[in-house]
């Protein structure tokens, strides 16, 4: 019997482990999309107990932030929403949690968590009920008065050399420009450009963030679908000029409707006068956004990326109760790999198809992502057209075995840009250990199994590509 999670976790062959540890384990972190409070980095905030950086809750602006997995786990327990994301005593939430993991076997969470609580605290013990008021206290101490357990300690100690942070179009970058100016933090922190609600037309809200744009880009209004066009054309220079390295589109579907300007315009005043819009309508709004932002991009050397086949909000009263992003989504089964081919195809007509990294959240689309993706390859650019790591539901063992399986059967896994964290948290760089196990136990075995030649040049090149060396070149680092 194995020991539990040693340093050989998840490695079953010699070697697995010779690419882990001598290859994989020490390369720095390229974290290209996250969630990360860029203010939180520049204040380098401290945590006071580990239900502050695990499970967090309602901030002082009322506003929900935390971990979602987490949340969900919670819930399918029994545990009720006070102890969640509510306001019950920390110490009463952490030992739901940890009666909670306990009955996780199986489910990445729990090996996330132990991952966590090993590399940034140095606690080997299992997380049980048992255990629970010794790992608080000595997690909270540190928390409390390591100097390395800081926002940015907890960054340095990941070995991160980049952050690609969330952000929308009417964002300052006010703290993204005071990290940059900061000589003492040497790691790149960038923002990402997120316009969904520019893209959004058909929700609740559109109107007033139309109004919020306009006086973003210093306008009384935007009028027409034009100048909704231009506006976030000059956002994403200004984001540009901030350190952007690429940008970010989530849809329940990719659309792909081309229409002319005049056509989008008047989509555009119809929804300004407050009136439903079809489903077609909506579609060939938001293609028009796609194909002029898409052509920025490329420009502008900014990588799309687009992450799609999200049921979102699917509890419609706790939606009400708690608003979006509280562990409510599910995968969805959108068929729409001919819109993505169409908008890449649109654009790569005149050459201006920029770097895109395509993701599901439905596992089923990997075969067909593995493929569509080898359509629009440049033969300039290695691995320019992207099938992304295995993505929220699907970011376990599982998962990203089958992800990376489906691109080295159907592509080239060497050009893999590799792991992200898509998290809110300042621990979950421990995902990115978790997905290196995974890699190197799976070349490994093809090495084993003799399908791939033990030649530890060309291994390490492939294995330190993905776990940093692609993700540098790709995103300009």
Not at 358 to 367: G, H, K, V
Not at 452 to 468: A, E, H, M
Request: proline share 3%; aromatic share 10%; hydrophobic share 35%.
């Amino acid at each position: 019997m194995k020991t539990f999670m040693d340093k050989d976790f998840l490695l079953e062959t010699e070697t697995a482990k010779h690419l882990y540890h001598d290859y994989a384990k020490s390369m720095p972190l390229a974290d290209y999309h996250c969630h990360l409070n860029p203010q939180e980095i520049y204040e380098d905030r401290r945590f006071q107990n580990l239900t502050e950086v695990w499970l967090g809750g309602m901030d002082e602006k009322g506003n929900l932030a935390g971990d979602h997995y987490k949340w969900r786990l919670l819930r399918a327990n029994g545990v009720s929403e006070d102890f969640v994301t509510g306001n019950q005593d920390p110490y009463a939430r952490f030992l739901k949690l940890a009666e909670t993991l306990e009955m996780a076997i199986g489910n990445p969470m729990y090996h996330w968590c132990h991952l966590e609580l090993q590399q940034f605290f140095g606690v080997t013990e299992p997380l049980t009920t048992e255990s629970a008021p010794r790992i608080w206290e000595h997690c909270n101490h540190l928390l409390q008065n390591d100097p390395d357990m800081t926002a940015r300690g907890l960054i340095r100690k990941a070995n991160v050399a980049f952050i690609g942070t969330t952000d929308d179009p009417v964002d300052s970058l006010e703290y993204h420009a005071k990290i940059a100016a900061d000589e003492s933090f040497q790691v790149k922190v960038c923002p990402s450009f997120r316009p969904d609600k520019a893209m959004n037309i058909h929700k609740e809200g559109f109107l007033s963030y139309m109004q919020t744009l306009a006086q973003t880009v210093g306008k009384a209004q935007l009028a027409t679908a034009q100048e909704v066009c231009d506006a976030l054309v000059q956002r994403v220079e200004y984001f540009h000029r901030h350190g952007c390295r690429a940008s970010d589109h989530g849809f329940e579907s990719v659309p792909f409707r081309p229409i002319t300007m005049d056509e989008a315009n008047a989509i555009y005043q119809k929804a300004l006068q407050g009136a439903a819009l079809t489903e077609e309508e909506v579609a060939g709004y938001q293609t028009t956004l796609m194909l002029t932002l898409g052509k920025t991009y490329h420009r502008l050397g900014i990588v799309m990326q687009l992450h799609y086949s999200c049921l979102r909000n699917t509890n419609t009263r706790m939606f009400k109760k708690l608003g979006a992003d509280a562990g409510y989504d599910a995968t969805a089964q959108n068929i729409c790999g001919s819109n993505i081919a169409g908008l890449l195809s649109a654009l790569d007509e005149n050459n201006q198809c920029p770097k895109t990294i395509l993701y599901s959240l439905n596992p089923a689309d990997n075969q067909q992502l593995g493929t569509l993706i080898g359509g629009f390859q440049d033969g300039i650019t290695p691995g320019k057209i992207q099938h992304g790591s295995a993505w929220w539901f699907n970011d376990h063992k599982t998962g990203m075995q089958d992800q990376m399986i489906s691109l080295a059967n159907l592509g080239l896994l060497g050009n893999f840009v590799g792991m992200l964290t898509d998290s809110r948290s300042f621990l979950s760089y421990a995902r990115h250990d978790y997905f290196r196990r995974i890699l190197c136990n799976l070349i490994g075995n093809w090495v084993e199994n003799g399908e791939y030649p033990n030649s530890d040049s060309s291994l390490k090149k492939i294995v330190q590509g993905i776990c940093y060396y692609n993700a540098e070149r790709y995103f300009d680092i």
